[in-house]
Each structure stands twice: as C-alpha cells, then as structure tokens.
C-alpha cells in the first residue's frame, strides 16, 4: 500500500470516527490539524502525524478499513 492510500484510508477511519477531539487528544495531533486532515485540507500532512494516527487506530491500516467495510477482508470470496 503506497502513502497517498495509507493517508485515504486514515482520513476515512477519521472521518467515521468523527470525534476529533477525542482522536487528537488520544492520538498527540492536534485537534485543528485532525479536523483539516480529515476533510483533505492538508495536502502534505506529514509523516509524524500520519503515524501516529496509525498507532492510535492500531494499524496494520488494511484491517481497520476491512472492519469499515471499505475493502474485502484477505482471502475472502
């Protein structure tokens, strides 16, 4: 999975979370930061923030979009 679909998948999962607040204050982005990413307002959002989004949702990324429902799960017919 290359970075722009790494990037995608967060904003989705941030997006569905929808509790930024939460998110940011969880995760050690800030809260304006999350609000711009989760909309695409953030053309280069780094590869700090991005990681430590990844850690805060637990990320292997592929799985959690699986759990969303954006992607079929590995293997699966």
């Given at each position: 999975?290359?970075?722009?679909?790494?990037v995608?998948?967060?904003?989705?999962?941030v997006?569905?979370?929808?509790?930024?607040?939460?998110?940011?204050?969880?995760?050690?982005?800030t809260?304006?930061?999350l609000?711009?990413?989760?909309?695409?307002k953030i053309?280069n959002?780094g590869?700090?923030?991005?990681a430590?989004?990844e850690?805060?949702?637990?990320?292997?990324c592929?799985?959690?979009?699986?759990?969303?429902?954006?992607?079929?799960q590995r293997?699966a017919?």
């Open positions: 999975m290359n970075i722009i679909e790494r995608e998948r967060l904003q989705a999962l997006a569905e979370r929808g509790d930024y607040k939460t998110v940011a204050a969880e995760s050690g982005v809260f304006h930061w609000q711009k990413f989760a909309i695409g053309p959002p590869v700090v923030n991005v430590k989004l850690a805060y949702f637990s990320l292997d592929e799985d959690a979009v699986y759990r969303l429902g954006y992607m079929q293997g017919a």
